[in-house]
């Protein structure tokens, strides 16, 4: 007997047997009661055994001659088994497939793309405006009304306080003079000590002026300036061991000559640290000096940052922009101010309102560090103006905070409302060049320049860029905005168009587009305009 002839002989008595037990299951239904011993309803039927006899002769050659077909659910069970798992293996090719493929993309688009230029070493005193407080009765009361005044710095985004000079010394004799000792008439250790510790909670580092001689008649003594030096060199280390982050020394092409000019910056720069915001500032005044030689002085003293007057002492935008070309790539070295080498105010300069802000804007986007004096974020202006001008007031105005002001009259209102007006525009600035890079840090190209009005590109590898135009004429300007040569081997194209970023011009309002093949700027208007990178 073959083995599928068994198969079906082993369900024909398993189907034999399942009738049997289904009869014994069905339920009877009749009129009379349900007999004893049996449930109401329902009776057993009684079906004799029946032995399984096996198939008869007949029966077996009939189911012999005839092809064996499984049954028809095995058939679709096997069929779909089969094809689930090829269904898997195809899904499972396919996801892999794909997935190496989205990874061979991901890897050219990598290799394709332009690298990233790695960011340049920066100092604390590249990253924002230095404050200079000369005066601190002037500035807020005395030394102890600073600590209070902090929060107000630390809005603007001041990142350097210059203080001073008070340190004790008696007018043109060197002997008495001793950079530890804080002139009683200044303040006291105490408060300074307190002014430091919240200056660095503030994340404003602190410099301390030690020009020697600020009572005399010229910074410098004339005679035993080594023995000076050397004072010098011991203070600045007593003071970068208080919390101090910097010291300030004027006439520094004159100072870098003496001996112990390398002794002291040695002495500095051993104080520093890998922190930048800990890192020791030696920081030089130069006056009358051209840009050569400011750029000499770079080179060769190993001053972190010098504060030139090329600004104050070139009216001329040629002149200015030349100066700024020679400097551009020492910008991280290298402060910009309008009458900041001096301790004057920008409004010597910045006669007016629209001139104030043109002189914000130019000094926060040129490529070096913005150095502004007390109350030049508002304005502020001498006691007496036409005597400051004609430099026959040398009092310093005092500083006007006007959270604390009364409103006298009408005009009053109108100043206060330029100062907050002004404030804001600066801490617009300053907030836009620390997050943005090309300001930052980025390349500089000019652009134009005329005896009146500049413009020039700031450029950072795949960033926004930014081109800043002023005109501090009397007349309207018209600028022909066109890069140097140098630019287009470097990859750097200006667009037809650029969006305006910030204006002091009514006919350029903010986000609104301006063509770069002529930007017309009014008398004393300034513009910053922004486009990204171009492909």
């Not at 011993?37 to 007949?58: H, I, M, R």
Request: hydrophobic content about 40%.
């Amino acid at each position: 007997m073959s083995k599928d002839t068994e198969i079906d002989m082993e369900e024909e008595t398993w189907r034999r047997l399942l009738l049997q037990v289904d009869l014994e299951k069905q339920p009877l239904t009749g009129d009379g009661p349900a007999p004893a011993g049996e449930k109401n309803g329902s009776v057993k039927l009684k079906v004799p055994d029946v032995a399984f006899t096996g198939l008869s002769k007949e029966e077996l050659m009939k189911v012999a001659g005839t092809p064996r077909r499984p049954p028809h659910n095995r058939v679709s069970s096997a069929a779909f088994a089969c094809r689930w798992v090829l269904t898997h293996w195809m899904l499972l090719v396919l996801f892999w497939l794909g997935w190496v493929g989205m990874l061979a993309e991901a890897i050219v688009i990598i290799v394709q793309a332009p690298r990233c230029k790695p960011v340049p070493e920066m100092n604390w005193w590249n990253n924002g405006p230095l404050y200079q407080v000369s005066d601190l009765e002037a500035f807020c009361g005395g030394m102890e009304g600073l600590e209070a005044k902090l929060e107000q710095l630390a809005q603007i985004k001041v990142k350097g306080l210059v203080l001073g000079p008070f340190h004790r010394v008696q007018r043109d004799h060197y002997y008495t003079l001793d950079f530890k000792i804080i002139d009683p008439i200044f303040g006291t250790n105490d408060i300074l000590n307190a002014v430091l510790k919240k200056a660095e909670k503030k994340d404003i580092s602190v410099v301390l002026d030690l020009t020697p001689n600020y009572k005399g008649s010229s910074p410098w003594f004339s005679s035993d300036n080594e023995i000076v030096m050397e004072k010098l060199k011991v203070a600045a280390q007593y003071w970068m061991g208080r919390g101090v982050n910097g010291i300030k020394v004027p006439d520094m092409e004159l100072a870098s000559g003496f001996s112990g000019w390398s002794s002291l910056s040695a002495a500095i720069h051993s104080n520093g640290t890998a922190d930048d915001k800990k890192k020791m500032a030696l920081m030089g005044v130069v006056d009358g000096l051209s840009a050569v030689q400011v750029s000499d002085l770079v080179n060769t003293t190993d001053v972190d940052l010098v504060l030139p007057d090329l600004l104050s002492t070139k009216r001329d935008g040629v002149e200015r922009i030349k100066a700024v070309d020679a400097l551009s790539s020492q910008q991280r070295s290298v402060g910009w101010g309008l009458g900041a080498s001096k301790l004057e105010p920008l409004s010597k300069v910045a006669t007016s309102p629209d001139l104030r802000r043109l002189y914000q804007l130019l000094l926060f986007t040129l490529p070096g560090t913005p150095v502004f004096t007390y109350g030049d974020e508002i304005g502020l202006l001498p006691t007496n103006v036409s005597s400051y001008m004609m430099g026959l007031d040398k009092v310093p105005p005092k500083m006007i905070w006007d959270t604390e002001e009364s409103i006298a009259d009408e005009a009053a209102d109108a100043n206060r409302t330029e100062r907050i007006d002004l404030r804001s525009w600066f801490k617009s600035l300053s907030d836009l060049r620390g997050k943005e890079r090309s300001l930052l840090y980025g390349d500089y190209y000019p652009l134009e320049s005329s005896a009146s009005s500049l413009a020039f590109l700031r450029v950072w590898d795949q960033s926004e860029r930014y081109i800043t135009a002023v005109n501090w004429g009397k007349e309207p300007s018209k600028l022909k905005l066109t890069l140097p040569p140098t630019a287009s081997t470097e990859g750097v194209v200006l667009p037809k168009m650029a969006k305006v970023k910030l204006s002091t011009d009514a006919n350029m309002t903010a986000e609104s587009s301006v063509s770069l093949e002529s930007v017309s700027l009014g008398p004393e208007k300034a513009v910053l305009l922004q486009f990204p990178l171009v492909v």
